[in-house]
Nanobody, 129 residues
């Protein structure tokens, strides 16, 4: 099993910034074996993909709505993945989840929540106007 614990959420004004962290633990392998992603879910809406990063950190994908504003990164030595969120919008209020997968995932399916085996409990991000 892999445990994921998110942190860094909070209340921020529109246009502000937040940096989310997700610490991975469990089993005997390192975080570097995992494909990692961030999703978010607003009240009454489906969970949607935000960003993805491959094992080495050299390949990233983003939802169109966050391109140019959000940056996903990882520190395999610390078993942690980050999501830097700039220029936040009120419509981005949601619970943000970290997700992980051990098997290869392609660029055509990274955005599908069902592809991921492990999930964190989520961290609330509230963007006020």
């Amino acid at each position: 099993q892999v445990q994921l614990v998110e942190s860094g959420g909070g209340l921020v004004q529109a246009g502000g910034t937040l940096r989310l962290s997700c610490a991975a633990s469990g089993r005997t392998f390192s975080n570097s074996n995992l494909f990692l992603a961030w999703f978010r879910q607003a009240p009454g809406k489906e969970r949607e993909s935000v960003a993805f990063i491959n094992r080495g950190g050299g390949l990233t994908y983003y939802a169109d709505s966050v391109k140019g504003r959000f940056t996903i990164s990882r520190d395999n030595a610390k078993n942690t993945v980050f999501l830097q969120m700039n220029s936040l919008r009120t419509g981005e209020t949601a619970v943000y989840y970290c997700a992980a997968r051990e098997q290869f995932i392609s660029d055509s399916t990274w955005y599908r929540a069902v592809e991921y085996d492990y999930w964190g409990q989520g961290t609330q991000v509230t963007v006020s106007s």
